[in-house]
Every structure is written in structure tokens, then in C-alpha cells.
């Protein structure tokens, strides 16, 4: 059964969290794109590492996934629809992030 994924747009999500909307935002590129800079907000969960780390995710709150360019935050967010997870993607990425980044 093909599943839908929900898109948000990265003005959507930069919305949210100036609202202090209750999110989780999950960033699926490596350590060294996530040392490039990301969202504050974010927490970094590789793609790669993401079915040994599902249990640090809530289902009870909206995800969203952030790559580069939204499709490993794609790939990712059709995963975490099959366990039931409310899931988003952030479309475009972080070459598309409108807002601050903080570089390590």
C-alpha cells in the first residue's frame, strides 16, 4: 500500500517554530553536512542510524524530516509512515532553509 507523504515547505516549518508549535525535526544527512551548518532545532539522526534510533522518536508529536534537498528526508519519512508515525517532509531541504543556521 503506497502511503502519501505529507510536504511542508521550509517557510512552513520556520513558521512553526517561530509559533513555538511542538515538533520534532529530524535531520537525516551525515555528520559532516550537519557541521555545515542546520536548524537550531534539529536533532541528527543519519539516515543510515534512523531504525536503530526510531525509539528516541514520539509518536505522539508531528515529525519532520529535513535533508539537503528533501529526498533522503523523503525515502525517510515513507519508513516512518509504516510505523504509524506522523510524519512530514520538508521540501527542497536545507538548500531551500529560509532561516538561521548554526554550524558546529
Known sequence: MEMEVKE???VE?????????DIQLIDVREVEEWNEGHIAQAKLIPMSSLPARMDELDKEKPIIMVCRS???SHRTSEYLL????DVANMVGGML??????EKE
Open 96 to 101: 531551500a532553509w529560509p532561516g538561521d543556521i
Open 82 to 85: 509504516q510505523y504509524g508515525f
Open 70 to 72: 528533501g529526498a533522503r
Open 8 to 10: 511542508v515547505t521550509p
Open 13 to 21: 516549518v520556520l513558521e512553526k517554530l517561530k509559533n513555538g508549535e
